[in-house]
């Protein structure tokens, strides 16, 4: 079936650091791929999405690009601030069965200090 | 544009004793979904609902039971409620298959 790995947290950084967090994935199809963000006390929300190979999907100086030969989706932000402190999920969802289901990692916690 | 509502935010229950949990899903969105999340299990999903149909169930046993209703609203029901069935209930709403999900703060279950 379908699978997020994403890097383990929690992952500490100075603020304008740079940030990678890794995802892979496994998928039988082809499938869509997504970053979620949770703030602390909040629902998950989208944060970017890439539909086919080779797409970048940005937002708020956030990047990652879906790349079918490594089977990754790594997010990436040049400098990273304070307010970016949350947990970070990787997802992808199939869109061959015709249903909603997506798979998600299981989260990457992302602290940045002064 | 509403977002997606859930309630209650925050329950306290018994073991044994059974919960209800609702979602209000983003006007026009028929596809609702579940998911629990826990520190050690993550994000699972539990089933997705559209136009009043279970479409896709995840691996949770029979006390997990949901419905949906016909403007969208969905409701999940726990009964005979155990410790391990302490966690944020997340609904999320989506417009079609495989697209963007739009998620509720979620509902805080504490099982006593």
């Known amino acids: 079936g379908d699978s997020v790995t994403q890097m383990e947290g929690p992952v500490t950084l100075s603020e304008e650091a740079f940030l990678t967090i890794n995802c892979t994935y496994t998928?039988?199809?082809?499938?869509?791929l997504f970053w979620y963000v949770q703030y602390p006390g909040e629902g998950l929300q989208l944060l970017l999405k890439?539909?086919?190979?080779?797409d970048k999907g940005s937002n708020k100086g956030f990047e990652a690009t879906y790349r079918k030969e490594t089977t990754s989706f790594h997010l990436e932000k040049g400098s990273v601030q304070v307010s970016d402190s949350a947990v970070y999920f990787c997802a992808l969802s199939d869109p061959s069965g015709g249903y909603q289901k997506v798979t998600f990692g299981t989260g990457t916690k992302l602290q940045v200090i002064p | 544009k509403a977002g997606v509502t859930q309630t209650p935010r925050y329950l306290i229950k018994t073991r044994g004793q059974q919960v209800t949990l609702s979602c209000s899903p983003i006007s026009g969105h028929r596809s609702v979904s579940w998911y629990q999340q826990t520190p050690g299990q993550g994000l699972q999903f539990l089933f997705e609902?559209?136009?009043?149909?279970?479409?896709n169930k995840g691996n949770f046993p029979g006390r997990f039971s949901g419905r949906q209703f016909s403007n969208s609203r969905s409701e999940m029901n726990v009964s005979t409620l155990e410790l391990g069935d302490s966690a944020l209930y997340l609904c999320?709403?989506?417009?079609?298959?495989?697209?963007?999900?739009?998620f509720g703060e979620g509902s805080r279950l504490t099982v006593l």
């Open positions: 890439a539909t086919k190979a080779d």
């Open positions: 998928a039988t199809g082809y499938p869509s």
């Open positions: 609902y559209f136009s009043e149909t279970q479409r």
């Open positions: 999320a709403s989506s417009l079609v298959a495989a697209g963007e999900l739009f």
